[in-house]
């Protein structure tokens, strides 16, 4: 469980949630206050900062802290399978 993995695997559930709700990339780019390509690339590569996830999450509706909470949960998960540890 890495830093790096809890945090794309938080931008993927907004990716996720995005393409589930039907959210349009122009709707989440006029509240993240950037351009639609720029967003998509964002929720894409799974790496934006803190401000845009944020601001990201609150125009799907979604509670920021539940997203971040979720990931480490998820990846906690995974981490005893990944090493064989348990």
Not at 28 to 46: E, Y
Not at 72 to 86: C, F, H, I, N, R
């Amino acid at each position: 469980m890495t830093p790096d993995n809890i945090s794309a695997s938080a931008v993927n559930s907004l990716r996720v949630k995005s393409l589930l709700d039907e959210v349009p990339k122009t709707l989440i780019a006029k509240a993240v206050g950037m351009n639609r390509q720029v967003v998509a690339r964002h929720l894409k590569s799974g790496d934006m900062r803190l401000s845009e996830f944020i601001k990201t999450a609150h125009a799907l509706g979604a509670d920021p802290v539940k997203v971040l909470a979720d990931a480490v949960t998820e990846e906690k998960k995974k981490a005893p399978a990944a090493t064989g540890a348990e």
